[in-house]
């Protein structure tokens, strides 16, 4: 059911009735602030946006986008439109992902929400990928910050379905991209903020090792390309260096670009040097016969 929104060629609603929900209303909020950064808060009904290439450029490959925020709010704009935008340019189908933020006010569960819209997302796009064009086997996920501990969760938790999934669709992203992610809960050098936020303050260290997703590596992790500034004062770059090790030690291609400097946030323009890491990922896309 197509919706229209800000930045949006067409946009979805994931579900008709969202799992693992309690009803209440929807509080979400969408603010640009002085900093120029579109932040939208409380997010309880996600949605799927597409940006389509125009036709004689659309190559068949997908991208599901998972803007950052500390699983606090989404950053929808540096770190999901212009991401989408700079795809399409790239003749590929990007979909942006507006997933819901954990809240015990309108979850069940907090710690999957966020985990099953992403499913979710995957889900919706390979069944409909001879609908909309789409090769059904090059369908990738990227995410920025805890978005790409979304992604990253994604593309190691595809096993176990967190949604109803009568058709057996694949949940298995077929190709990763990482812009400076959350990746371990582990308390030395994983983000306690998204931590928190995600499983809680009381959570189990069975939970903590279940989301520590370098710990969730195994031979069918798809490929990855990872990127981040080794000065991250934020989201350490241990993160991106021990999920690459899990990946290697597994076999599973992985590319890792590292700027020297840039910290946190910065999406796909790192204003500390000349190199642009989109045009990193399109190169590495062509690597892997994604484009």
């Known amino acids: 059911?197509?919706?229209?929104?800000?930045?949006?060629?067409?946009?979805?609603?994931?579900?008709?009735?969202?799992?693992?929900?309690?009803?209440?209303?929807?509080?979400?909020?969408?603010?640009?602030?002085?900093?120029?950064?579109?932040?939208?808060?409380?997010?309880?009904?996600?949605?799927?946006?597409?940006?389509?290439?125009?036709?004689?450029?659309?190559?068949?490959?997908?991208?599901?986008?998972?803007?950052?925020?500390?699983?606090?709010?989404?950053?929808?704009?540096?770190?999901?439109?212009?991401?989408?935008?700079?795809?399409?340019?790239m003749g590929v189908t990007a979909f942006v992902l507006k997933y819901r933020l954990p809240n015990v006010q309108t979850m069940i569960d907090p710690s999957i929400g966020p985990l099953q819209?992403?499913?979710?997302?995957?889900?919706?796009?390979?069944?409909?990928?001879?609908?909309?064009?789409?090769?059904?086997?090059?369908?990738?996920?990227?995410?920025?910050?805890?978005?790409?501990?979304?992604?990253?969760?994604?593309?190691?938790?595809?096993?176990?379905?967190?949604?109803?999934?009568?058709?057996n669709t694949s949940l298995r992203p077929d190709f990763m991209v990482l812009g400076y992610p959350v990746i371990s809960f582990n308390t030395?050098?994983?983000?306690?903020?998204?931590?928190?936020?995600?499983?809680?303050?009381?959570?189990?260290?069975?939970?903590?090792?279940?989301?520590?997703?370098?710990?969730?590596v195994t031979a069918q992790t798809p490929p990855t390309f990872l990127m981040h500034a080794k000065d991250d004062g934020a989201v350490k770059v241990t993160n991106s260096l021990l999920f690459a090790e899990a990946l290697q030690l597994n076999k599973v291609p992985v590319t890792v670009y590292l700027y020297e400097k840039g910290g946190h946030g910065f999406g796909m323009i790192n204003k500390t040097s000349p190199v642009r890491w989109m045009d990193l990922v399109e190169q590495w896309m062509k690597q892997q016969h994604l484009l």
């Open 117 to 167: 819209d992403a499913q979710r997302a995957i889900q919706l796009v390979r069944e409909r990928a001879e609908e909309w064009k789409l090769n059904k086997n090059k369908i990738g996920i990227m995410g920025f910050s805890a978005g790409g501990h979304l992604a990253s969760t994604a593309g190691t938790h595809f096993t176990k379905a967190y949604i109803t999934n009568t058709n």
């Open 1 to 89: 059911m197509p919706l229209t929104g800000a930045y949006a060629q067409t946009s979805y609603l994931l579900y008709q009735t969202i799992p693992n929900a309690i009803a209440g209303p929807d509080n979400e909020t969408s603010v640009t602030a002085p900093d120029g950064i579109l932040r939208i808060s409380e997010v309880s009904v996600p949605t799927l946006t597409m940006y389509e290439p125009a036709a004689e450029k659309k190559k068949g490959t997908s991208i599901i986008i998972c803007p950052g925020g500390g699983y606090f709010i989404l950053a929808g704009g540096h770190e999901g439109a212009d991401v989408a935008k700079t795809f399409a340019a």
């Open 188 to 216: 030395a050098i994983g983000h306690a903020g998204s931590k928190g936020k995600l499983l809680g303050a009381d959570t189990t260290a069975e939970n903590i090792n279940l989301f520590s997703n370098e710990m969730q």
